[in-house]
């Protein structure tokens, strides 16, 4: 028995997460027994990864965050002031911990047409596809899980969103709801190929689809090897976020939502959530894929860190970058989106596989 | 009609473009212009004809109803006060700041202000009497500067200029057609003189003669207040041009 | 437009020196007997203080509104008394049905007055009504479809304030404004007309109704109460030959007009005009057939209108014979002589 415990920890500790600035109050706090265990189990590369970073924590803390980055970016591009009232001296940054409370406490609304049991539980399985992909996507060199495979099993995952959208939906069983809805699947067909190609074309130039193999290689950062397919897949995950200019099946001018129209209270905090979900997951891909993942100028003092915090930093200008997008472009109609998305998203992508085919085979 | 059609740009013109909206983006995310006053720590500087809460006189007032009739939202009723003259009162819950009420004052009883945001406790208190309209209302007012729009070019610019705005304006009445009051039909004049008795300003006169009342309308001094010819039981009198 | 910013009005003499005009109209009218109760002075008042206060014209509170301005003595067509008889001046007699209204016998005023707004002559006409309990009450009439209510044709008997309406009609009329009265009525509408042109131009027909008496209100209900006659019942009043009978949802009451004499008001007895001399038309029912009325034309006019009528073929004419009125006519002038001389008595 306890040399199988003894076998767990020594797994555990020839894993952890390395950070020669904290070294000594490490050592210090392992040797306190129980939560010197505790500690070594959360330092542990994969459950670091799968509840701190990128995992849960970061995700939460972005989650609380980027409402506010968004609504403070675009009122500044369009001359307003943004979110003000809640705590002004810093701007108003604890806006949505305000609006989440107010969604907390709001009643839940189920109406009489709805289909109940899909309608409550479809808002928190949608958090299925996007903690998922985050134990795929590496931060430097923590990870989760390592596959040879990580790069196609994200991006499956990213696709499940649309699913989960469709479900909200049907539930919903009301006109806006259904209009909403098939919108979403229309938009669906218009970025999905475009951003799977656009992968697949990354895949063929690193010749590995192992995310860690992937940040390691580049040297010279993805976006400059394949800008094609760098711009082919921001303009595809601008579509899959669903946000402005491509907030066409939520629609708040025509459908009052599409989807969630009919949710209230929790249930639409949840749903409100999904697009910034779907953002950060996109942004990591992107980061991963072109933006060479953690690899930076190293910081020796951080460790294991100093990936991590250029994998965040990164991700953020990604994000960002999506997120201003609202700011500068009017919203598409349908018809628009879909051709954008088939006609020179499409066209780019497999312009950008030829592009790889040719550096692979040249160089 | 004219057909919108998307204009036919080459793919080069359209990167340009679309660099040159990321680029404002970009400038304008580092360096923003802003446009939005902070009321109520700034107040918008309006200009002096604003249509605000009006302030009433009383003792100008003739009693006349012109605002009562003229009011399109019916917001302005008449009350009788303790000397048995008709004042107005205006229900702010009906009121549509036209100031129809102010241009058609004859005497220019009703002044304007430049105050909009007056907050009541609930919707009676709305209905403003007569006595509470003599003073400005009550505002709490926390301004500390004031703001201007100042339009440059194509651009709409803010300018902040410390000090209060004063809401309270001294304008002259409106300017309107001038107009007197006079007989149409003195043959159908019952010499009844109400007239007399109502105007408030003295201009019609009567003289009983031997055979009869003369009547006189002092052309100078008629303000063309209408209140005459609005009693006149048989509508011998009207209002024309100067 | 321009205007006069100063006029003279001529004021009467004074019946009474130093007291109201209204005084004096009190003393030589009312108190003696001769009012009529037309109440064109209420209409020409300027400040509508003249009403009728227990059966008697009266402006009970005169000493502080009465503006003493005369008018009510210059309209009073009964001080100054000359009093109009016999036939008077017609351009034609006949008798006629209307085909469109059904009235107390052929419906003719109800069809002159809408003839006459059909024309665009007037745009209002003034129609007594009355209410369940047969109170009579004054209408302003702009079309056909009002009639719907029903209680507008048909005699009353009664006394009704047409002229204090008049004066509001006349204000608010575009083109012009139709009356139907009695002779009373219609020489007070012809006395205002001849004294204010305002009522000159706008009141454009005068429809007279032949009339032997009218009734107060009051006294009437309560005689007719005596005779066991409830209003509420009632459907419709007439006199024929010497009787007046009175049709009700379950019978008919007759009786002897001579009855009616006990409660003859004292302006009727003094007047001697049954045929509405002064009036733009006449109608009664006496002169013609069964179902006709009697339609006497005397001014310009009327003719128009009766010539509009005949044009559409909205009534259908029959023949009329004056000589019927004669009888009517000298019992009028006649009881005029029998006042006069119990007076003298």
Redesign the interface.
Same mark, same amino acid.
């Given at each position: 028995m306890t040399g199988t415990v003894e076998a767990l920890i020594n797994l555990m500790m020839a894993d952890q997460v390395a950070i020669p600035l904290l070294d000594p109050i490490l050592n210090i706090l392992y040797g306190i027994p129980l939560l010197g265990h505790l500690l070594a189990l959360i330092l542990w590369k994969p459950l670091f990864a799968a509840l701190i970073c990128p995992g849960f924590a970061t995700l939460g803390g972005l989650l609380m965050l980027l409402p506010w980055i968004e609504r403070k970016?675009v009122a500044?591009?369009?001359?307003? @002031?943004g979110p003000?009232e809640i705590l002004p001296q810093m701007g108003g940054v604890i806006q949505l911990l305000a609006d989440s409370l107010r969604f907390l406490f709001q009643e839940v609304i189920v109406h009489r047409d709805a289909k109940q049991p899909y309608f409550l539980q479809f808002p928190v399985l949608s958090f299925i596809p996007a903690l998922l992909p985050l134990l795929f996507i590496p931060a430097g060199t923590i990870i989760a899980i390592e596959s040879p495979y990580g790069a196609q099993i994200v991006l499956a995952m990213v696709t499940l969103f649309p699913l989960f959208i469709l479900g909200l939906g049907w539930a919903s069983n009301s006109r806006f709801a259904y209009i909403g809805t098939v919108r979403e699947a229309f938009v669906y067909f218009g970025y999905e190929i475009a951003l799977i190609v656009s992968a697949f074309a990354m895949i063929v130039l690193y010749g590995t689809s192992d995310p860690l193999a992937i940040s390691g290689m580049q040297q010279v950062p993805g976006i400059i090897l394949n800008p094609v397919a760098a711009l082919a897949f921001f303009i595809a995950s601008a579509m899959a976020t669903s946000r402005l200019p491509f907030e066409i099946p939520e629609a708040d001018q025509e459908l009052a939502g599409g989807p969630h129209v009919e949710y209230s209270g929790i249930l639409f905090g949840l749903i409100y959530v999904i697009s910034y979900e779907k953002v950060y997951i996109l942004s990591g891909l992107m980061t991963l894929l072109f933006l060479g993942g953690g690899s930076g100028p190293e910081i020796r003092v951080l460790g294991d860190l100093s990936g991590l915090i250029w994998f965040i930093l990164k991700t953020l200008l990604v994000m960002i970058a999506l997120i %201003?997008l609202r %700011? @500068?472009?009017p919203r598409y109609r349908l018809d628009q989106a879909l051709r954008i998305g088939w006609n020179p998203v499409f066209t780019l992508s497999t312009i950008a596989v030829g592009v790889s085919l040719m550096e692979v085979l040249l160089l | 009609m004219r057909k919108v059609v998307a204009p036919d740009y080459t793919v080069f013109e359209h990167v340009k473009r679309h660099v040159e909206a990321v680029k404002t983006a970009i400038r304008e995310a580092i360096i923003p212009e802003s446009v939005t006053c902070s009321y109520p720590k700034e107040r918008r500087k309006m200009p002096a004809s604003f249509r605000g809460y009006l302030i009433f006189d009383p003792d100008r007032c003739i009693s006349c109803f012109g605002c009562a009739f003229i009011c399109p939202a019916n917001a302005i009723r008449m009350k009788e006060a303790e000397d048995g003259r008709y004042y107005p009162t205006i229900d702010y819950g009906k009121c549509i700041f036209c100031h129809f009420c102010l241009d058609s004052c004859p005497e220019g009883a009703l002044k304007p202000t430049k105050i909009h945001d007056v907050a009541y406790r609930d919707l009676d208190r709305m209905l403003t009497l007569t006595e509470e309209m003599i003073e400005p209302p009550e505002i709490i007012r926390e301004d500390k500067r004031y703001v201007e729009y100042v339009i440059d070019g194509r651009d709409l610019h803010l300018r902040r200029v410390d000090g209060e705005d004063e809401l309270l304006v001294d304008l002259p009445p409106p300017s309107k057609v001038e107009r007197i009051a006079s007989c149409i039909d003195p043959e159908s004049c019952t010499g009844c003189r109400i007239c007399e008795e109502v105007c408030e300003h003295g201009v019609i006169r009567s003289s009983v003669e031997e055979d009869g009342v003369r009547m006189v309308i002092d052309s100078e001094r008629c303000t063309g207040c209408g209140l005459c010819v609005k009693e006149c039981s048989m509508r011998v009198l009207r209002l024309v041009r100067r | 437009m321009g205007g006069l910013l100063e006029w003279k009005v001529r004021a009467p003499d004074k019946p009474m020196k130093d007291r109201l005009y209204f005084d004096g109209l009190k003393a030589n009218v009312i108190d003696t007997g001769l009012c009529s109760r037309c109440l064109t002075c209420a209409c020409i008042c300027p400040v509508d203080g003249i009403r009728v206060v227990d059966d008697k014209v009266d402006f009970p509170d005169r000493e502080e509104r009465c503006r003493d301005c005369g008018a009510c003595i210059r309209v009073c067509p009964r001080f100054d008394y000359r009093p109009k008889y016999g036939m008077g001046d017609y351009l034609e007699f006949t008798a006629a049905r209307s085909k469109r209204f059904s009235g107390q016998d052929g419906g003719m005023v109800t069809e002159i007055m809408i003839s006459a707004i059909e024309m665009g002559m007037i745009d209002r006409g003034l129609f007594v009504g009355r209410d369940e309990r047969w109170r009579p009450q004054v209408f302003h009439l702009h079309d056909s479809s009002q009639l719907e209510v029903g209680t507008l044709s048909g005699t009353k008997y009664t006394f009704a304030t047409v002229l204090k309406e008049l004066k509001k009609a006349v204000l608010l009329t575009r083109n012009g404004v139709g009356v139907v009265g009695t002779p009373c009525i219609v020489s007070g509408v012809r006395k205002l007309q001849m004294e204010f042109p305002l009522f000159r131009d706008r009141v454009r027909l005068v429809i007279g109704l032949f009339c032997t008496e009218n009734f107060h209100y009051d006294e009437l209900m309560s005689f007719l109460e005596k005779k066991g006659i409830k209003p509420e019942m009632l459907i419709k009043t007439d006199i024929t030959k010497g009787r007046f009978i009175a049709t009700m949802v379950d019978g008919e009451v007759k009786f002897k007009v001579k009855e009616l004499e006990e409660i003859l008001p004292s302006g009727c007895s003094v007047c001697t005009d049954f045929t509405a001399v002064e009036s733009d038309v006449s109608v009664g029912s006496v002169g013609s057939e069964p179902g006709f009325s009697t339609v006497v034309v005397r001014g310009k006019s009327a003719e128009e209108v009766i010539a509009y009528i005949r044009e559409k073929g909205y009534a259908e004419f029959g023949e009329g014979d004056p000589g019927q009125l004669d009888f009517l006519i000298d019992y009028k002038v006649g009881r005029f002589y029998v006042k006069t001389k119990d007076d003298k008595d």
């Open positions: 970016l500044r591009i369009q001359w307003r @002031i003000h %201003a %700011a @500068i472009y | - | -």
